[in-house]
């Protein structure tokens, strides 16, 4: 519902209003707490140190690459530390995910307001961004700022293996992201609004 | 230009890595910086404290408010500590506004995923997020989350003065915010790529 | 324990390694996820926008002003959208307090990396940032760079009361706040680490 | 100065009071702007992707390897695009930076609230956490939470070279990092404030 209207106000609102006297709001959510209910909350639990190995990333990465349905684009792992709850990731601000592309793939484009940050640790091809490509091998690393148009194509004989950082962990949290993906379905209000069709390891024909 | 093609095999990236030799980037803007750069960098000059006096935002905020063309929604004024630079509110996060609503005003139904926080000074209306209506008198607080439509009306008889609270300016810098304003216009990229058509401080009638 | 040494050695890191062959870590909190799972967490439910009366904030912090032992710098309220979990204030980024000054009290000196912006809806007196005294009176804002020793006096003969914005919700869920509180008390790492000796609603005579 | 005391009277912001009658901040950097010009400010221009190529890291990094003088912990190297300003890293929010042990060095214990992740490219050796050690080698990654102290060893007979992900570049220009390095020594609050003493290519025999 995006406008007020006649329905809107008898919403709980302005019900509680009436029946209160105090203008309270309808929904329960809105707290006063104290400052010593507050501190409570505010310390969080400490955070352990994590390591994961190569062998656990690369196995879990090959079981991936086996499934013939799954595209590139969903052939990823992602590094957590589970001592942060909600701010799931390798620390509580930065995503970190491994990703692989077979040889003669394309990660279609698409974009989000996260910053991505590629460091290839195998293969050879191109990342375009915004319809310039820059031709990557190992070694390298390539920044694609927020909300431009990017893809990935492996054009080498070998699997590409990038190894991934976002910010994208933060964001979520906050509920300022916002992905567009593929290019030209709108579903960029998805991770912000905490619901989307299109996420499954499948890409839907439907939506292509 | 958001799809590769021949002609983005010509751009900067393609062209350096054949003269060059060594896939580098076209734009010059990547730069490998040692340690002794980056310290350098990173480390920023003090900040110091800053005060805005009551009388100097009335008096600003009261002149904005003579503009017989100066629609609700433009009518505010900003707290900016000139010790952080880029990063421009009244701390390198936060951006504090304060806000004029004339009596029979509407700021028109609008979003953006910077989360607004709205401390009622003065005046009594409503807030409507989502097609809840929130009454508001002075010394309330309402939160609006990121990405929720809302308007805010003054329907009492005097002027309605809100001070604001958002998350505004670091998301700025950072190039992830968005802005849909007013409702309807496809304009959510305009923070994040650095350019809007409808900015002003009087409404363009033909968007309405 | 800070230094490695022979005890070191046995902890669950180095001995994992030796019994499982993968270099494992020993805590157990480091997980490889696949996308499909990540995206999972990734994306968070929706929150609803939240009101806090004016009456509600008013009855809590007279309550807090009644009782005789509480000093100033616990004499607060904090409104707390509920819906976003961990990140607890008034938005995931945002902490929002009113605090009561009674006449003649001090807020005693103390720092914390989070920048508070305090703007006050009563009373007269003075903030004092690293020794440089601002009078402050109802309508003015002031905002405390982070790591600035500062303290609040109220020598009018009413109450003081401020409405403070601050950084710190997101900070403390990152574990990247500190506090100095009071001034002289080695104890800027509590917020960090999740442990604190100093935060009681009255202060300890031993520490001072 | 942390005191306030009778020759703070005379500061900039009592004198301007009294001359001026506005309480008037002393220091002329808090300044009340319009929406107008806010919005100028707060649409920042268009960022660009950018690419590091593998042999400019490397030939740097290899450069700053050569020095018998540097050592172990400003032996890196960091990526810049240039396009963010003040917010330098490889992108507004994250550092990347390359660094390079010797076989048989120690990059001494040493902690910042700025998580590191620490993904390694080359080597082998131990990553140690507040007293636990991690063993390392090519293709692992370790979280080392904010605050705690590490230190990293080189074991191996070939060169460690780790790519690291901080959220550093962020907090620098929020002023909420901390540093002590080396362990010990009472400089936490260098990066908040600007100014360190510690900061050189070589280590400070003084210091240790």
């Keep these: 519902m995006e ?25 329960g959510n809105g707290r006063v707490v104290t400052a010593d209910e507050y501190f409570q909350r505010v310390r969080h639990h400490n955070v352990r140190p994590a390591k994961w190995s190569a062998e656990d990333m690369m196995e879990t990465l090959e079981e991936l690459g086996k499934d013939p349905l799954r595209h590139a684009e969903r052939r990823f792992v992602s590094l957590v530390n589970e001592d942060h709850g909600e701010l799931a990731g390798a620390s509580p601000g ?48 390539i920044v694609c700022p927020a909300w431009a148009y990017h893809e990935h194509a492996a054009t080498g004989d070998e699997d590409t293996i990038m190894y ?3 910010d994208m962990t933060e964001m979520a949290a906050k509920r300022t992201l ?3 993906e593929p290019q030209g379905i709108e579903n960029v209000r998805h991770m912000v609004q905490g619901t989307s069709k299109s996420w499954s390891a ?7």
Tied chains: 1, 2, 3, 4.
């Design 178 to 180: 916002f992905f567009e």
């Design 202 to 208: 499948t890409r839907d024909p439907d939506k292509e």
């Design 94 to 141: 930065i995503f970190i995910g491994i990703q692989l592309i077979h040889p003669g793939e394309v990660v279609p484009n698409h974009r989000h307001n996260s910053v991505a940050i590629y460091h290839y640790l195998q293969g050879t091809g191109f990342t375009t961004v915004e319809g310039t490509k820059f031709p990557y091998k190992k070694g390298d690393t």
């Design 164 to 166: 991934v950082t976002q």
């Design 3 to 27: 406008k007020s209207d006649a329905t809107a106000g008898t919403a709980a609102g302005e019900t509680a209003d009436e029946s209160e006297g105090r203008n309270e709001p309808g929904f």
